[in-house]
């Protein structure tokens, strides 16, 4: 393949700037935290780091290079892409418990901004709803759903301006859940218990398991959208829409159940340095 074609498949089919930018700041404030950080002697294990990196990557990746086109005319790229999105992007960012690096990249004048604490007085009560035990799976699942319905799909996929919302939304329910889930902090630290995380884990599965299931072995075509704009590959539509049936199915479970892993790690973590600090305790 020649490389100008190649380095062409890396530019945006359509340019964003909310999404070119909200992910160029990301890098950016996070690797100048890094710097901050490494100047007072602190250290951030280099899983976490690459976590973050690839997590962005990734998103910037469906979002501004020529595979959003692919996810455009192909139901089953469109799935991926949401995957990314929702699922395997805000993951990884979460898991790489960003936040504190994040605030040592902000300037100094606008990390001591006074109307931070304003701000975060009046977000406060919203994010909470957000994050509450029962409304965040209903939410996570529900809006895959909401998407997924074949009418309200079809207008996201003819509309650029819904298919932005489509996929902002997305992102953002994503990093929710996740950030909720994957929350490094303990029970007694403010973090949500390790058995509910784990229940919401275990509950987001039965419903993603049966619309994929649908999706995967309906025998109509039920997203006629790629019908009227046209398909990017000569690719049978039920094939397309089999292939998007088990990319919502399939992963989506691998990825409840590695997050159940990592909580019972995190459950484990606890439990050893309640054990070292009895003995501590313990010894004259």
């Known amino acids: 393949m020649d490389l100008d074609v190649a380095l062409g498949y890396l530019l945006p089919w359509e340019f964003s700037p909310t999404w070119f930018a909200s992910c160029l700041l990301a890098i950016v404030l996070y690797l100048r935290g890094l710097q901050q950080r490494r100047q007072r002697g602190e250290v951030t294990g280099v899983g976490r780091n690459l976590a973050y990196l690839l997590g962005v990557a990734t998103i910037y990746g469906v979002t ?43 300037p100094t004048r606008i990390r001591h901004f006074p109307g931070w604490s304003l701000a975060a007085r009046l977000l406060r009560p919203v994010y909470r709803t957000l994050q509450h ?31 932005q919302v489509m996929n902002w939304s997305m992102a953002l329910d994503g990093l929710l859940f996740w950030w909720l889930i994957l929350d490094r902090r303990s029970p007694q630290q403010g973090g949500l218990g390790y058995g509910k995380r784990i229940a919401i884990l275990l509950a987001v599965i039965p419903p993603q398991i049966l619309l994929g299931a649908y999706i995967t072995f309906s025998r109509d075509v039920i997203f006629d959208v790629y019908e009227v704009c046209g398909r990017a590959w000569p690719l049978d539509p039920l094939t397309d829409q089999l292939l998007g049936g088990l990319l919502t199915w399939i992963p989506a479970t691998m990825m409840s159940a590695i997050g ?19 003995v501590s305790h313990a010894t004259p």
Do not use: C, N
């Open 133 to 163: 035990p029962l409304i965040a799976p209903v939410l996570f699942v529900g809006l895959i759903y909401f998407w997924l319905i074949p009418e309200i799909h079809f207008d996201a996929m003819l509309s650029a301006d819904l298919y």
């Open 260 to 278: 159940v892993l990592i909580i019972l790690s995190f459950l484990f973590r606890d439990a050893r340095k309640e054990d070292a600090a009895d």
């Open 64 to 106: 501004q290079t020529h595979y959003d086109y692919l996810a455009q005319y192909m139901f089953f790229t469109h799935r991926a892409q949401h995957l990314v999105l929702h699922h395997a992007g805000p993951f990884l960012i979460a898991l790489a418990a960003p936040l504190p690096v994040l605030a040592d990249g902000l």
